[in-house]
């Protein structure tokens, strides 16, 4: 059992940055692969990032390319993503979760943390 909690979220202008932490609980966090997603009132569930156990390995979706940086400290228990350049558009929850030795179906996920850019 892994519990996931999201902190760092909150209100910042178009432009700026915030950092998301996601604290996973338990001796297995580097068993798991580790991903972001968001998801904004009226739309579907969207792919931010992921990361590998290890972190050798990462992957984002096209809107945040270049702009947002999943890590990941495993002696810490913690993922993170940095997000720069934001944008109104990324206004949304946004989740972290966790996929059991790099599987692609997410076992647990966090209750999530508001992001607002403002305009």
């Not at 999201?6 to 609980?25: D, T």
């Not at 904004?40 to 984002?60: D, L, Q, T």
């Amino acid at each position: 059992q892994v519990q996931l909690v999201e902190s760092g979220g909150g209100l910042v202008q178009a432009g700026g940055s915030l950092k998301l932490s996601c604290a996973g609980s338990g001796r297995t966090f580097n068993d798991y692969a580790m991903a972001w997603f968001r998801q904004a009132p009226g739309k579907e569930r969207e792919f931010v990032a992921r990361i590998s156990w290890s972190g050798g390995i990462k992957n984002y979706g096209d809107s945040v390319k270049g702009r947002f940086t999943i890590s990941r400290d495993n002696a810490k228990n913690t993922a993170y993503l940095q997000m720069n350049s934001l944008k109104p558009e990324d206004t949304a929850v946004y989740y972290c979760c966790a996929a059991r030795y790099g599987g692609l179906a997410y076992d647990y996920w966090g209750q999530g943390t508001q992001v607002t850019v403002s305009s």
